[in-house]
């Protein structure tokens, strides 16, 4: 289906609004038109010194249509906008509902930059799809039969000759324009692009650049992509300069045609002369429908630019499908619901003492903490984990990233991943959390293949502090709330003790409510980490993995740190991905990967 | 205010903008003589029964009248175009200029997404500004005065008409127009604020989907758009009611001039001719008004980002921090000959963050004589990344001073210091580009060879040569599929690459696993001899090797001394040492 036919169908739940704007449109220039014909054949007759009750009723229409054509106008710009945002919200959820599945595995390969410019400032260059692309063209086509019809009632030479002029600014000239300006609009929006990567760059990598004394190289780049964005609005400029230019001579041209066919048919007697100053009025009045037509097209082509990018990105299939029933075995959904009843009761139990609870020492907050979420571990599931010869590569001409991995985590057991960066630990994570999918070889959990799960059960399974961690730019609390809505205030600074970040948070002055910054900037790597911790404590899920978790903190920190967890570690499957030591001497089996292989479980 | 300075800001850009202003005038005289001659036409035809040849000489002069205007109307967009590029050239110059004065601190601190915003976006928001809301402006003031004039000439009556709805509907719009520039300002707030939000959402992704949260942000996103939407719509009801007024006014003038004439022609006190050209130029009165009131959103949208983009250019680099020499003795005449010797010291240095909101070092001294290996041991936040901060002068001390072989760090050429200094930051940024271009960063003219040789140096030679395009290969955001310990790697291959005297490690090897940590050392090693080296480390083995162990608490270096003197010291580094013993290596 090409662009333009899936951008049409987007909109199809509102064609009645798109109607609603074209008579409006229509009707308003119909006024105008009215407007002025009637006056000039109001002082025409006036001219003959004809008795004034004979121009009553021109009197009158004049000024019905010149209200009337205000307030068209008005009605029309009013509704047809209003369409417009409403259109404009429904892309944006369609859009995000379309990327959502795709993420992280198919978006990995744009930059988040160029994904703003293609959804924020694509989405908004759609704006103009509707008001000045599907609009417009309609309503011109009502306004040139009626104005043809006027002309036409006096002689069928004076409507030809308007309806020539009117097509050559109407159609001829935009479809010229088109052709003309295919190129550069399409150069507009690459350029953009560019320069909006160029400039988050500059923003976001501005230490580094500085660091290596790039500044001015880095300036440099910026000012080459602005000076070529502005070439090619200047180009762009020439095109609008000239399609304008002939809009008005096209105008003044079909006026003095008309002027020029009409003179000999009333010194001829076929039209009187009381309708001579009509017939141009009439013929210029006509233009206003046709003058946005040249842009119209222009605007097409930036639509269907923007509408190109927007589909290509969605078009990607998702990595990672859901089965059509889910497996609704023990493991995948009697461990969510076993969450409630812990939450229920930990509120249960607090809601008498709650004024109590904030002067308690920490010691209580982590004995309440850990008895809470300890309860869930009782829940008999069994989720035992287990690898089968699964091979696995990012692309297809990628190197096998895990080459027939084997090992198996009992329920309730801790293992360790070890060996180099790049030997595939992360990936089994990866594949754990079914952002990817493996295609060869099996992952089990209690028994099931992975794949008869849907993606969000198993993830709910999953409580996990990854290696990059994401912050959203909100409070931290905003954040912790993240991984449990229903969090108390005392669960989230329960969770918090536990991550060894109760302290840091308290001493801030805006305490949990401190905004942290675009991605969380504002905390330290450590902090990021022990952030993402208390997320996971949160969660309180059956399965904890630790992905590097503590690579950011000090030796002291990590080891109260695991000290601190042991509590919430208990009875849970825990993977622990990591190199240090100290995480080593908590495990049940350490399991030593390198180059995508188990050389060691 | 804002708008004197936009105008003002770029003296070419000005100058063009007139030319533009100048070209629509004459467009407006051209239509003047049209309506004249079309009215001279239709009178002799028409009341003095004259034929086509008797006319012909008018038709004439209308053709090329006709193309005259169209000429006119050309080169007024085309000059109001390249007015406008000429400004947001030199925006965008000064912008980025001025971003690496602020330096990171700044652009931390800010929401870089809403950076962004008002760099591209704001700077693009001034395109329409210039080429459609002040060109109409300035022609509103110029083309009615001549409509007037020529309307006085004709029929001194009409004028009454023109002159009592024509200030009336002036007034109007500037009472309108005032409402429209705050609810202007509040849309272009919340179309950055927007951008930022679809950004971390679309980033966060990931995130979201691990605590299953990704789907329900759909209504999130619903309601903030329906959100803008209605606030959008707030600025463009008032702009639309405006035109409404605008409209009525010029519609109903018509109507009531075509009357009054209408009534005048009959009582025979006006000529037709006459009364049809000044039917025909009282639309073209209110013309240049009515387009003003169309551009009248475009005009409140330029001026409030023209507000945050001069916010930014006015916000003053914090004492240096970036490109800009320091600011005192040292402004006029910054040092840029090198420092031959790195002998580093920091006397009583205090910093804080957030305006002195957040402390991180008070009175913090060290010393790092030339040649030796300092390294910086402590808890997490004790204060160890903000001494690399200040050495890299991204922050400036709120109080003591640093040396470099007893000249002012202040008073040293930043760039000309930076060049000294290899960094090797706990997370580098990694550029949209190959990974051989984010290698090139720390030298761009270095050879493939050199490229190489730096990259295998630091062990990430074996990763990237596996990958598909090898050094070729582009970097996705923020090196989404490179472990921290890959990332790591080519920040430390950057730095043999960029070979300098003086090396920051910032917790450099804290990613690494046993094999790369062990393979990297020696590198390391081999880097640091025979420079001087700050480094922040986690690893003993990093701290064995330093000459001197400074460590740090709560802003304070605390102990100083190598390795084995602190330990016999005990306290806070005994500490440290024993849960490195017991939980690194």
């Not at chain 1, 002309?151 to 002029?165: I, K, R, Y």
């Not at chain 2, 913090?364 to 901060?389: D, E, M």
């Not at chain 2, 072989?405 to 580098?428: F, M, N, Y």
């Amino acid at each position: 289906m090409s662009t333009l036919a899936r951008l049409l169908k987007l909109i199809a739940p509102f064609k009645w609004w798109v109607t609603l704007a074209v008579w409006l449109n229509f009707l308003a220039i119909g006024a105008s038109v009215g407007l002025m014909a009637l006056s000039a054949y109001l002082i025409s007759k006036a001219a003959l010194m004809v008795n004034v009750s004979e121009l009553a009723l021109a009197i009158t229409s004049v000024r019905l249509f010149a209200t009337l054509r205000a307030i068209l106008r008005y009605l029309e710009r009013y509704f047809s906008h209003t369409a417009t945002f409403r259109i404009l919200t429904h892309l944006r959820v369609w859009f995000y509902r379309a990327i959502e599945p795709l993420a992280p595995a198919r978006l990995m390969q744009y930059r988040s930059g160029d994904l703003l410019t293609r959804s924020v400032a694509d989405i908004e260059t759609l704006e103009n799809f509707y008001i000045r692309v599907i609009v417009p063209p309609i309503a011109a086509a009502l306004v040139v039969v009626l104005a043809c019809l006027i002309l036409g009632a006096f002689d069928g030479s004076l409507a030809l000759a308007l309806s020539v002029f009117l097509s050559l600014t109407g159609v001829a000239l935009p479809l010229t324009m088109r052709w003309l300006g295919k190129r550069p609009a399409g150069q507009l929006i690459a350029a953009r692009a560019e320069l909006n990567a160029m400039l988050v760059d500059e923003i976001q990598g501005l230490a580094d650049l500085l660091a290596f004394d790039q500044a001015d190289a880095h300036r440099a780049k910026v000012l080459r992509l602005s000076d070529e964005l502005q070439r090619v609005q200047e180009q762009q400029a020439l095109l609008r300069g000239v399609s304008n230019a002939l809009t008005v001579l096209f105008t003044s041209l079909a006026a003095l045609t008309v002027l020029w066919l009409a003179i000999p048919l009333v010194s001829g007697g076929q039209i009187e002369g009381v309708y001579l100053a009509v017939l141009p009025l009439t013929a210029i009045a006509s233009f206003e429908a046709v003058q946005p037509l040249a842009l119209a097209l222009q605007q097409l082509e930036a639509s269907q630019a923007a509408g190109r990018r927007l589909f290509e990105l969605i078009d990607a299939a998702p990595e990672v499908c859901d089965p059509t029933e889910s497996a609704s075995l023990r493991g995948a959904h009697a461990a969510p619901r076993a969450t409630r009843p812990a939450a229920k009761t930990w509120r249960e139990r607090n809601g008498v003492e709650s004024k109590r609870v904030t002067k308690q020492s920490h010691s209580r907050l982590e004995e309440i903490a850990s008895s809470s979420y300890g309860l869930l571990a009782k829940t008999d599931t069994d989720l035992t984990l287990a690898f089968k010869d699964v091979h696995f590569r990012y692309h297809p001409n990628d190197p096998l990233a895990l080459d027939g991995v084997s090992f198996t985590i009992p329920a309730g057991s801790r293992a360790a991943i070890v060996g180099a960066s790049g030997s595939g630990k992360s990936t089994i994570v990866n594949l754990l959390l079914r952002f990817w999918d493996y295609h060869e070889g099996q992952i089990t959990l209690g028994g099931r293949d992975l794949h008869d799960y849907r993606a969000d059960d198993v993830r709910a399974l999953l409580g996990v502090v990854p290696q990059n961690v994401h912050l959203f730019n909100a409070t931290l609390r905003d954040n912790l709330r993240l991984a449990n809505p229903d969090a108390t205030d005392e669960q989230i600074k329960a969770a918090c003790h536990q991550a060894q970040l109760h302290e840091f948070i308290a001493g801030l002055p805006l305490g949990y409510d401190t905004p942290i910054g675009e991605n969380g900037l504002l905390l330290s790597g450590g902090e990021r980490q022990r952030l993402a911790l208390a997320r996971a404590i949160l969660k309180n899920a059956p399965i904890l993995i630790l992905d590097e978790a503590t690579a950011n903190l000090d030796a002291i920190t990590e080891e109260q740190l695991f000290r601190s967890l042991e509590s919430f570690m208990a009875d849970r499957t825990v993977l622990i991905i990591s190199h240090h030591r100290v995480a080593l001497e908590h495990v049940d089996q350490v399991i030593e990967v390198e180059q995508g292989r188990v050389i060691s479980g | 205010m804002t708008e004197k300075r936009l105008l003002r800001y770029n003296r070419l850009a000005h100058g063009l903008l007139s030319l533009a202003v100048v070209a629509g005038f004459l467009a407006a005289l051209c239509v003047v003589a049209q309506a004249w001659l079309l009215s001279v036409v239709v009178n002799r035809v028409f009341i003095l029964r004259q034929t086509l040849t008797d006319v012909l000489p008018f038709l004439f002069v209308l053709l090329p009248l006709a193309v005259l205007r169209a000429l006119f109307v050309w080169s007024g967009d085309v000059l109001a175009q390249r007015a406008a590029s000429r400004l947001k050239g030199s925006l965008r110059q000064d912008l980025t200029h001025h971003l690496f004065a602020l330096g990171p601190a700044y652009t931390r601190g800010e929401h870089s997404g809403e950076l962004v915003n008002a760099v591209v976006e704001g700077v693009e928001v001034l395109d329409e500004y210039f080429t459609a809301y002040q060109t109409a402006r300035l022609l509103a003031r110029l083309a009615p005065l001549l409509i007037f004039v020529v309307v006085l000439v004709l029929d001194p009556l009409t004028t009454l008409v023109l002159l009592f709805t024509g200030p009336l509907l002036v007034l109007l719009l500037a009472l309108i127009g005032s409402s429209v520039k705050d609810i202007a300002q509040r849309r272009f707030q919340e179309l950055s604020w927007m951008s930022a939000y679809f950004l971390d959402m679309l980033q966060g992704l990931a995130t979201l989907k691990l605590f299953g949260r990704s789907r329900e942000k759909i209504e999130t996103i619903r309601a903030i758009s329906t959100r803008y939407g209605s606030t959008t719509l707030e600025v463009l009801r008032t702009a639309f009611q405006t035109a409404l007024v605008l409209e009525w006014g010029s519609t109903i003038a018509t109507a009531l001039v075509a009357v009054e004439i209408g009534l005048r022609l009959i009582s025979g006190d006006i000529v037709f001719d006459r009364a049809l050209a000044v039917l025909i130029l009282t639309p073209e009165f209110f013309l240049p008004l009515r387009q003003l009131a169309l551009k009248y959103h475009a005009g409140a949208a330029g001026r409030a980002a023209a507000e945050r983009v001069f916010t930014i250019l006015d916000t003053a680099p914090a004492p240096v921090g970036g490109t800009q020499p320091a600011q005192g003795r040292g402004y006029d005449h910054p040092r840029r000959a090198p420092v031959t010797r790195s002998d580093i010291r920091f006397e009583r240095v205090s910093f804080a963050y957030d305006n002195g909101q957040r402390p991180a070092l008070r009175d913090f001294s060290l010393h790092i004589p030339h040649g030796q290996k300092i390294a910086l041991v402590g808890a997490t936040g004790a204060g160890k990344t903000t001494v690399a901060n200040l050495l890299l002068r991204f922050i400036e001390p709120n109080g003591g001073s640093i040396t470099i072989a007893g000249i002012p760090l202040s008073e040293i050429d930043p760039a000309t210091w930076r060049s000294q200094v290899a960094w090797v930051p706990q997370r580098p940024h990694l550029f949209y580009g190959t990974f051989a271009d984010n290698l090139r960063l720390a030298k761009p003219q270095a050879t493939q060879a050199e490229v190489v040789a730096a990259a295998k140096a630091a062990h990430a030679h074996e990763f990237i040569q596996h990958l598909a395009r090898g050094y070729d290969t582009p970097i996705g955001e923020q090196g989404a599929r490179l472990s921290g310990g890959q990332q790591q790697r080519l920040a430390i291959a950057r730095a043999f690459l960029k070979d300098a005297p003086f090396l920051i490690l910032d917790e450099a090897t804290s990613h690494l696993d046993a094999e790369s940590e062990g393979l990297i050392q020696d590198a390391l090693d081999r880097l640091l001899r025979g420079r001087t080296a700050l480094i922040i480390a986690h690893r003993l083995k990093l701290i064995y090797t330093a000459d001197q162990v400074v460590v740090v608490q709560a802003g304070h270096a605390v102990q100083a001394g190598t390795h084995r003197s602190l330990l016999e010291q005990g306290g806070v580094y005994q500490q440290l040492v024993a849960s490195y013993e017991g939980g690194g290596r």
